[in-house]
């Protein structure tokens, strides 16, 4: 597989989740076994020398591809998630959507202060959940190596909010 | 590391999420690498010569180690979603909570007839997710060769609800 394919691997949704948006489906990239593979392989190769110490996935889709990349790094995996799911003490994060807020969590134990860290999502948008991730990392002591995404919807201008982080994206969309 | 050991990993949170419950927390299980991976190892040994075609994760946390497992077999990973969250034509099912219901979905055409597909979640407690998306694979054609979880707590009898599959845990509580 090149890199050129994989979009073709994405499900294009018109008006999911409401009018006048195009929903970029990844369910069908990951259910190509050959193409989940291939995600998994560039992520490990572009960290599998970086001395990274913890994949950090934000609720849900990051699991996918963060649970995969940790397992071959054999580095700790942390989630970030919504508010009520962690059990334990967690640090969070509000931030703006379109309509209202959301907030994330994270333990506050998860990360030790100087590990290095990749956080992982699905799909770079606007660039809040990833902003806000970036700022729980940093609050608990852990250094951003990169930030990483399979899908960056260029014309949001996510990375804006990302400037002063390294931002890599497998698939764009303008 | 061995299988005795792995249970020491998992944290155990008093009075989450309401009182008299002990939560079993796998945060601290897969924020440790070599216990994450051993976990994962533990998986592909057993399924990597079963003719796996596809491995379902169910919302959210299956999805940690459902998509860890189904890189190491290079086969599909399918999600199982709670209802709105799947762009696609869905099949849905709802299942009876202590208090109300819940519903999952699944892509119809994620899995196609005739193939073996092993369901991963983290815990089995009541069963009732699992059964539920047992009926979803089987309503669009699969054939489940396993259900996999890595925590059981036997005393909730989830078992009970699955009674003519295969059920595989790792960890079990009674």
Do not use: W
């Not at 409401?18 to 490990?44: C, K, W, Y």
């Not at 998860?110 to 860290?117: F, H, M, N, Q, Y």
């Amino acid at each position: 597989m090149k890199l050129e394919e994989l979009k073709n691997k994405v499900r294009n949704v018109p008006d999911f989740p409401i009018s006048g948006i195009m929903f970029r489906d990844i369910t069908t990239l990951i259910n190509d076994g050959e193409a989940f593979r291939f995600v998994i392989d560039q992520l490990h190769q572009r960290y599998r020398d970086k001395e990274i110490d913890r994949i950090v996935g934000i609720e849900s889709r990051g699991f996918i591809f963060g649970g995969a990349l940790a397992d071959r790094l054999g580095c700790g995996f942390v989630i970030a998630r919504k508010p009520g799911k962690l059990p334990a003490e967690t640090e969070e994060e509000s931030y703006d959507l379109e309509y209202g807020t959301a907030t994330l969590q994270i333990h506050t134990d998860s990360i030790k202060p100087g590990e290095r860290v990749v956080i992982i999502d699905d799909l770079l948008a606007t660039g809040g959940t990833l902003a806000a991730t970036t700022k729980l990392v940093e609050r608990i002591g852990g250094e951003i190596a990169e930030i990483a995404v399979v899908i960056e919807l260029v014309f949001l201008k996510g990375r804006d909010k990302l400037k002063n982080k390294s931002m890599f994206s497998m698939i764009q969309y303008d």
